[in-house]
């Protein structure tokens, strides 16, 4: 299959039309050159505050809302394009009401036939406890596709080698991992997190973030990033571990061939076997931790 990472940049949005022809513009760039599967960044849905006017879209309470109340039409809008294509989407994330009292950050999952299912962030940023009070989702899933077994770890959560490793572990071969990050250093967090993810893993990690300036939304006012796909570097594979890369802060699909077998391969025959010796570290660390100078 052919796999799909976008550097998306956020527009500040006079209607919904123009959300709808940006977002099928997207769409059909990517499946015309053959992607199977696409992925839009984390908050990529935090356009849609515009569609509130300037001042909605400038106060982070009331944007969240403003973003909520268009997801039934972004649902539709996505399972359209979908079906329309035949390719799954992963699509932008952004606020959605759950079981908690606050939003959570939401992915949803679409395929030819209609929506699979979401993914909610699970590990808030300071950003995000201390200034946007955005709630934490309550686990992870595991999407069985016509593609093969996916996973999602948003943005931080891919920081994290724990919940990558159980996604993995419940069959996870390709893992999304959408991204906002203002600063060059978070995006180098997020990336350097997906690449190890790729490594430890020895699979394949999407990467797409936002890109460029949003100064009409101060929780996505800047954005750093470039979109790439990564797998293990070992046999089958690049020896960076890159199998593409868009240029820094371009708008663009960063786009690579997957093939599921190369991904079994590397775990059977590898210089290294990461993925078949993730336990034996567990095993070692039973023992007591000596500290320095000591017998």
Known sequence: MKLAAAAYPLDFLPDWDAYERKLSDWVARAAGEGADLLVFPEYGAME????GGAEVAADLEAALHEVISHMPRVIDLHADLAARHRVHILGASGPAMAEAPRPVNRAVLYGPDGVIGHQDKQIMTRFEREEWDIAPGTGLRVFDTALGRLGVIICYDAEFPLLARALVDAGAEIL????????????????????ARALENQCVVAHAPTVGPAPWCPAVDENTGAAAIYGPPDLGFPATGILAQTDMNAPGWAMARIDPAAIARVRRDGAVLNHA???????????PVLRAGTA
């Open 48 to 51: 849609l505050a515009s569609l």
């Open 176 to 195: 999304l991992a959408p991204s906002a990050t203002e600063a060059l250093a978070g995006y180098t967090r997020v990336k350097v997190g997906a690449m």
């Open 277 to 287: 010796h993730w336990h034996e570290q567990e095993i070692r660390l039973q023992r």
